[in-house]
Structure formats: C-alpha cells, structure tokens
C-alpha cells in the first residue's frame, strides 16, 4: 500500500490555509463536491507540489439492499482519473431504502446509516463492494461508520464483521479512530477489542475527527475539536501496525489555521508514541523468541521468575500481549464463521442472494421510514435513541440545505430552522438536497408563509428562478447570483 503520511480534509473553507500548512502529504476531498471539468484552483496547486489527492465518497450506499448506482460509481471512478489518486473511500453504511426492491415509498437519509451486523447484510455489502471494485478504476477502501443506534438481533462484534469483509472481497480498510470511539461511548464496545480483530494488513489509511457529547450519546460532529480518547486509541492502533496515512477531518465551525496545525501536530505524536510502543513489542517478541531456542537446561535455570516462566512455556502474555490478541481475534474469527447465514434451508446461490437482499431492504426501510418519516419504531430498537437519530438527521438535513441554497436562509432569517425541521417532520426527502430546498420553499408558499409579504415575494422569485428548465430572470443581480452560487458548488 502507497505511503500518504499526514494529511487533512480539504473543504473550500480552508483551502488557503491547507495550501500554506506545513508537513501536509496529502488531502482528501469530498468526491461529491468536486466538478471533474472543473477542479479548484487550490486542488490544482496542490496537485503540481506533488500533494496527494484522494476522492471521499459519501453517497454510494454500499452497505445498503439494492446494488450500487451504475452514475455514481461511474462518476466516483472519473473523480479518481481526473484527480490521479491512487484509491478512492466510501462507507460501510446505508443512504437511502425502499423503492422497487421492497415496493415501498424511496427514502433518503441524508446520512450515514449503520447497517446491521448479520450474515445477511455481510453477504450483500460483500457482493456490492466486489461491483464497485470491478467499476473503479483504483483500489476501494471503506470506512467503518460512527452509530447513534444499535440493530437488534446482530450476529457479529465490528472486528468480525470487518474482518469477514476483507477476507471475502479483499477490499482495503480506513479505520476512522474517532468512530470507534463514538461507538464505544454509544455502544459499549471496546476499541481495543476491535482494533485487535481487524486485519491490521487491510489497513489503507485512518481517519481522526472531533465531536460533542448531547442526549446522552457521543456525536461525532466534525466539528469540534480531537479529544484525547480518540488520540489514545490512534496511539493503540499505532503500536499494532504502522499506519499509511493519517487524516484530520474538519467539515465545518473552522479554527484558525494555527489550531489546525495543533491538531496535526497532536496527531503526529500519537503515531509516533504508537510507534515506539511497537517498536518495544517487537523487540520483547524477539527477545523471547531467542530465549525460547536456548539449550533445555539453561531454559530451565531461568523459570524461576515470571517473565522466564513466560517465555519457556510460550505464555502469550509475556510476548507483549500482542498474542493474546491474536488469540482472541483468531477465536473471534472462527466464531464469526460458524454464525448461521440467516437463510431459509435448502436455499443457496442466486435466489437466497435475492432474498437476503429483500430480507435486508425491509429492515432499512422501516428503520428509515421511523426516523425520518415518524412511523412506527421497528421492533427491538431503542427508541431513545431513535429519537436522537431522527432529531440529528433533521438538523444535519436543515445545514445542508442552507449550504446548498444559502438564500433561504437569508430570505426566511430566523424563522428558517424551526420552518425547516416543521417541514422535515413530516415530509422525508425522496431526492437530493437540491430537490429538498426547493420541496421545502413550494411547502411555504403553498401555505401563505413566510408571513412578511416582502419575503414572501423573494421566496416565491428564488422559487420559480429554480424551479423551471432554466431561469426565469435575465436581471444582472440574478445572473450574479447564479455564477456565485456555481463557483461554491464547484469548489
């Protein structure tokens, strides 16, 4: 696997302040959010310094029922082409439910779902990963997902999951540290348990991230800055494996480029300090191993102390530990294959391929339809923390469409956000965020709102200047406006 060294998220935000930090390797962009016709001029610059680019995608779904979207595999391949990057990520998670396969109402999320850790969702998620594989024209790496909520009924730990994904598809792994620490204040899982599972060969590169404790439960916002939790477990995973590249993500509620560099900084010494850990394993490994094929008697003279005691009967333990681990993964991968496929007997190949995909669409889709859709909570779900899923679904789909038609919030103001999770409570989004902003402002119009005629009179202009095949309004401060609104979506 190519070497990336340190690098950062690269957002239009702070693209200046990426071009001028120093010691960055390499950046990753948002594949959805880069034009291949018309690539920022800092993703340019960047490139011509030797700066590693690597397209992120957050839109696949490939942990979802139905089989990945022929468009945006082709599109997330042209990314990789035009950007010359040597792998392109996504998610091991789902995006979107229902439709065709399930024959029920298409549902978008908005976000990134978990999938459920079973033997039917592994199946699936294998088979869709081995299309996209074939499809791009780099190797694919996928990124385990941070979770709010817990599936009842799962079959498998993280690790085993992960694990069983590499094994099977041979796809790469990029470890998100900050998850697996979101998981273990959510969900109780022990960081240390999954790192000691997971092919550490499979590893691509990792990601590090910030995040905020609210209702309970840890978010992982992007958005604040990395606590040392997440630093410690970088540490952990540093002392098992030298990782190829380590990533800072910030998605928004930018510092100052010096903060930036703090982190990176604070980054470095946790692989670093991971790295000395490893070095100290290896050497105990070695050491052992030595002892170990010394004439019996001398083995014997030194059993007296614990550590000899250790290394002449092969304690695991006193081999730095890392044995153990490999111990408990091997036994944790065994246990993982043994688990029951969840397919009626007598069914195989294609036709139980097919079921598992409908098997696995029903549950997506009415875990959806609860948290965006206010149906009823599936059975076996907290319904707590449904709640919280449906409220920071709601918020993450307000943020995006003010990003996306950033007039709405300045015609509405204030009343934006409360107008704007009114509207998504009852009314789920069927389509891009493009499609919601203009969904939600033919909503307001169609009920008098927003009650200052004066807004409402820009609304309804910004609603028909978008709605129809091509704008309605030739007036230079619309034509502004339009090339204003392309360059940001470009960039």
Not at 149 to 159: I, N, Q, S, V
Not at 280 to 303: C, D, F, G, Q, S
Not at 338 to 354: I, N, Q
């Amino acid at each position: 696997m190519e070497r990336l060294g340190t690098g950062i998220g690269w957002r239009p935000e702070i693209a200046d302040a990426v071009e001028r930090m120093p010691g960055i390797d390499w950046v990753e962009a948002v594949a959805e959010n880069v034009c291949p016709g018309h690539l920022p001029a800092s993703l340019l610059r960047l490139r011509e310094r030797g700066v590693t680019v690597v397209p992120h995608g957050v839109s696949l779904g490939l942990g979802g029922a139905d089989r990945p979207d022929e468009g945006r595999l082709a599109a997330l391949a042209e990314r990789a082409e035009v950007l010359g990057s040597p792998l392109v990520t996504e998610h091991i998670a789902f995006v979107r439910a229902g439709g065709a396969l399930t024959a029920t109402p298409h549902l978008e999320a908005g976000h990134l779902l978990p999938v459920p850790r079973t033997r039917d969702a592994l199946d699936v998620l294998c088979e869709n990963v081995r299309i996209a594989q074939d499809a791009l024209p780099v190797p694919l790496a996928v990124e385990n997902i941070a979770a709010l909520l817990a599936w009842p009924g799962e079959e498998m730990t993280e690790g085993q999951f992960l694990y069983e994904l590499a094994d099977r598809t041979g796809v790469r792994l990029l470890i998100d540290v900050a998850n697996l620490h979101t998981n273990h204040v959510n969900r109780g899982e022990d960081p240390a348990e999954a790192l000691a599972e997971l092919p550490l060969e499979a590893v691509a590169y990792v990601h590090v991230a910030g995040g905020f404790a609210r209702d309970g439960v840890w978010h992982d916002s992007h958005a604040h800055p990395v606590p040392q939790p997440v630093l410690d477990i970088l540490t952990d995973l540093a002392s098992r494996v030298r990782p190829p590249g380590v990533l800072l993500e910030r998605d928004e509620n930018f510092p100052a480029p010096a903060e930036l560099e703090s982190e990176l900084t604070a980054i470095r010494r946790a692989v670093e300090a991971g790295a000395v850990e490893r070095v100290k394993t290896e050497v105990r490994a070695t050491a052992y191993a030595l002892a170990a094929r010394r004439p019996e008697p001398v083995r014997a003279a030194r059993a007296g102390g614990a550590h000899g005691t250790g290394a002449a009967t092969g304690d695991p333990v006193a081999a730095g530990g890392r044995a153990t681990h490999t111990v408990r993964a091997t036994a944790h991968r065994t246990a993982a294959s043994t688990l029951p496929s969840g397919r009626p007997a007598g069914v195989s190949g294609a036709e139980g391929a097919e079921e598992a995909r409908e098997r696995l669409g029903l549950a997506q889709a009415a875990l959806l339809s609860a948290l965006v859709a206010g149906t009823p909570v599936p059975e076996g779900f907290d319904r707590v923390r449904i709640g919280v899923q449906a409220r920071a679904l709601a918020a993450k789909r307000a943020d995006v469409v003010a990003k996306v038609a950033p007039e709405l919030p300045e015609i509405l103001g204030p009343e934006y956000r409360p107008a704007f999770l009114g509207y998504a409570q009852a009314r789920p989004m069927t389509g891009g965020y493009r499609h919601d902003a203009l969904a939600f402002a033919a909503h307001l119009l169609a009920a008098g709102l927003p009650g200052d005629p004066v807004a409402r009179r820009e609304l309804r202009e910004w609603w028909l200047d978008r709605s129809g095949p091509k704008p309605r309004s030739g007036r230079p401060a619309h034509r502004l406006a339009r090339a204003t609104r392309r360059v940001l979506l470009r960039r």
